[in-house]
C-alpha cells in the first residue's frame, strides 16, 4: 500500500469481506497514541483506528480502543448508534484496531472556512451554521436521552457533511449508566473542558473516575462552535501553559465574549453559543433545547 504508517495487516486482512478487493489506506491523524486510516475497498469505506505500539502511553491507548468498542456495543444496544456503525475490532501486534462506517464529511475547523472570513456574512451560510449547530445538538440528544454523555465533544470529533449535516464520532471516552468497569475518565481535549470537569480533574487523584453529565457535552458543543467560527479558544490562556494550569483558568468559568472575537454579527448564533457556555452546568440549555431553538426562521435561507 505504499504507506509510510501502515495500518495493522491483520486488520486489513479482516477488513477486505467489508470493502472488497484493491485495498489502500490513507493515513488521516496520527495524535495523542492512536492512528486513523481510511480503507478504501472496490465496495465500499471504513475508518480504521489502531493504537500507535511505539507510543509510551500505547497500553492505555489500547485499553482505550478496546473500551470505545464496548461503548458502541452498548450504545447500539441502546438504539443511539445505527447497528451498521461498528464494523470490526480485534487486536494486532502492539495492541487493538477497531473499524467504523466510513462517514464522508470534512473536520470541523476546516468546514467552518467560509464561515470564520468575512465572506461568511450572508443568509445562506447563517443558514448552514444553525444547521450544523441543529444537527450536532439533535446527534448528542439521542445519546442523552439514553443516559449517556459523549465527554469527548471537540471539532475533531465531528465530520460536517456536504449537505451541512454534523456527525459525531469517537465514543472512546463517552460515559453511561450503570456501573460498568471503566478506564477512570478525567476529562478529554482541554479547549473543550467543561469547568465543572477541569474542577473535577484538578480535586480528584488521578485514578478516579469523572462522570460527564450531559451538560459537559453542551459546553463542549459551545466551545467547538466558537473555536471554529471566531478562530478563537474560548478561554483566555498562553498556548503553552501547563494542562494544570489552563484547567485553572477553566475552572474559573470565565470566557472570552464571543462579540469581542466574531468575524461579523449574528445575534442568534452568538447567544446559542454563549448560553452553552454558561459557567453553571443547570443554567446551559440541553441538547434538545438547543436542536429546537436553532431552527432556521422561515425565509431566512
Ligand atoms: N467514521 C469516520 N469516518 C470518517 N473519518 C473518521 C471516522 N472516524 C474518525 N475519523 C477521522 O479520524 C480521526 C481520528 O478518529 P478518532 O477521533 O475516532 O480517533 P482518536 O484516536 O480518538 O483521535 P483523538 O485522540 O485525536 O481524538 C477523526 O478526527 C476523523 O477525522
Ligand atoms: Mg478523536
Redesign the pocket.
Known amino acids: 500500500m505504499g504507506e509510510a504508517l501502515p495500518p495493522p495487516g491483520e486488520a486489513v486482512e479482516l477488513l477486505r469481506v467489508h470493502v472488497g478487493e484493491a485495498v489502500t489506506a490513507r493515513l488521516?491523524?496520527d495524535?495523542?497514541?492512536?492512528?486513523?486510516w481510511?480503507i478504501q475497498g472496490s465496495r465500499g469505506a471504513?475508518?480504521l483506528?489502531a493504537n500507535d505500539p511505539g507510543d509510551a502511553a500505547s497500553r492505555d491507548?489500547a485499553a482505550?480502543m478496546a473500551q470505545?468498542d464496548e461503548h458502541l456495543a452498548r450504545l447500539t444496544e441502546a438504539g443511539v448508534l445505527n447497528p451498521g456503525y461498528r464494523v470490526a475490532a480485534g487486536s494486532c501486534e502492539g495492541g487493538r484496531w477497531l473499524a467504523?462506517?466510513?462517514?464522508?464529511?470534512a473536520?470541523t475547523w476546516r468546514a467552518f472556512a467560509l464561515a470564520r472570513g468575512p465572506e461568511g456574512d450572508r443568509p445562506a451560510v447563517r443558514s448552514w451554521l444553525l444547521g450544523v449547530a441543529r444537527t450536532w445538538a439533535a446527534q448528542l440528544a439521542r445519546m442523552h436521552a439514553a443516559g449517556w454523555a459523549h465527554a469527548?465533544v471537540?471539532p475533531?470529533?465531528t465530520?460536517i457533511t456536504n449537505t451541512g449535516g454534523a456527525?459525531v464520532?469517537?465514543y472512546?471516552l463517552a460515559c453511561g449508566p450503570g456501573n460498568v468497569p471503566r478506564l477512570p475518565y478525567r476529562g478529554?481535549?482541554t479547549h473543550t473542558t467543561a469547568p465543572e470537569i477541569a474542577d473535577a480533574v484538578l480535586s480528584t487523584t488521578k485514578d478516579t473516575h469523572i462522570q460527564a453529565e450531559p451538560p459537559a457535552d453542551v459546553w463542549g458543543l459551545g466551545a467547538s462552535l466558537y473555536w471554529c467560527w471566531t478562530g478563537h479558544r474560548p478561554v483566555a490562556y498562553e498556548n503553552d501553559a501547563d494542562r494544570l494550569d489552563k484547567l485553572r483558568a477553566v475552572a474559573k468559568g470565565a470566557t472570552l465574549a464571543v462579540r469581542d472575537t466574531r468575524p461579523w454579527p449574528f445575534p442568534e448564533f452568538e447567544d446559542a453559543i454563549a448560553a452553552c457556555l454558561s459557567p453553571s452546568p443547570e443554567d446551559r440549555p440541553t441538547v434538545q433545547a438547543l436542536a429546537s431553538v436553532l431552527t432556521p426562521a422561515k425565509g431566512t435561507s
Do not use: I, Y
Not at 467504523?100 to 464529511?105: A, E, L, T
Open positions: 488521516l491523524s495524535r495523542r497514541g492512536s492512528r486513523a481510511k471504513v475508518a483506528k491507548k482505550e470505545e467504523v462506517r466510513w462517514v464522508d464529511g473536520p469527548d471537540q475533531t470529533n465530520l456527525v464520532v469517537d472512546a478529554a481535549l
